[in-house]
């Protein structure tokens, strides 16, 4: 795999509405683009409790994204098991939904990669002073959701950093359920994206507190079946020019990602 740094030429007497991008010919003549979405990660997708109407940062530049297109998302939701065979059978096409570009995912799906992130542990407030470093999660019970990578980066971390006084790791039905368990007191720490873990930490202030770095880096994509060539490229010169005009920076301030942000589109192709 190579990741390939794509950047759109831009007219400067082009405006910032809707471009001459050429879209796949089903697309164009549906004038829609069906996107699988599950909206239960906050703040890049979830249901508005006052409102049940679909919001976050990803609903933001997906409709950011359509506009530049010239045409209509259609959100589809579906479960996180289901995102790779929606894409595989043509169900939709495409995911924007908080969804990792890893390189195990690269036979079914290219990724337009728009956000760096990475797991990072979090412990209860109330037990902060019990982890003041990184090394004081060895040998404790670390939980977060099983349907990611965060169990095989935790392992690694362990492996490197623990001996044999490893993590001692809770595989979860999610991050709501992790987070859920480190309240009850079941697990002594979680992990979370760092993209999402600054949100909720607003919204239940003073319950948790965040333990030392990033354990690793990845970046969040939009997936795309491999394929499909001219709707990757579309995708990418639509998510440049929403750089490039300030679009993309205001919705990173809107949702507190500043520091997730990236300077310019990258394609991960598949093979």
């Given amino acids: ?155 690694k971390w362990s492996q490197k950093n623990c001996g044999s006084n490893s993590i001692q790791f809770v595989g979860t039905d999610g991050s709501a359920d992790a987070r859920t368990q480190l309240r009850q007191g079941r697990i002594d720490a979680a992990v979370q994206g760092n993209e999402t873990l600054p949100y909720l930490m607003d919204l239940e202030p003073g319950t948790y507190a965040p333990v030392g770095d990033p354990i690793a880096t990845q970046f969040t994509g939009i997936a795309l079946p491999v394929k499909e060539k001219a709707l990757q490229q579309a995708m990418t010169e639509a998510l440049d020019a929403l750089i490039a005009d300030g679009t993309y920076r205001t919705l990173l301030a809107k949702w507190k990602l500043n520091d997730n942000g990236l300077e310019k589109a990258t394609i991960n192709a598949g093979q």
């Fill in 1 to 155: 795999m190579k990741r390939l740094f794509v950047a759109a030429a831009l007219l400067g007497a082009m405006s910032a509405s809707v471009m001459a991008i050429e879209l796949p010919a089903e697309i164009a003549k549906r004038g829609s683009i069906k996107v699988a979405v599950v909206p239960n990660y906050p703040p890049m997708e979830f249901r508005d409790p006052a409102t049940n109407a679909l919001s976050g940062f990803d609903i933001d530049l997906g409709e950011a994204l359509g506009r530049k297109l010239g045409v209509k998302i259609e959100w589809t939701e579906t479960s996180f098991a289901e995102f790779i065979p929606s894409i595989s059978t043509g169900r939709v096409d495409a995911i924007l939904s908080g969804f990792t570009d890893y390189a195990s995912r690269h036979e079914i799906a290219s990724f337009v990669d728009y956000l760096r992130s990475g797991p990072k542990f979090f412990v209860q407030q109330s037990r902060a002073s019990e982890f003041k470093d990184m090394a004081a999660l060895c040998g404790k019970k670390v939980g977060a959701s099983r349907r990611t990578m965060f169990p095989a980066e935790i392992d």
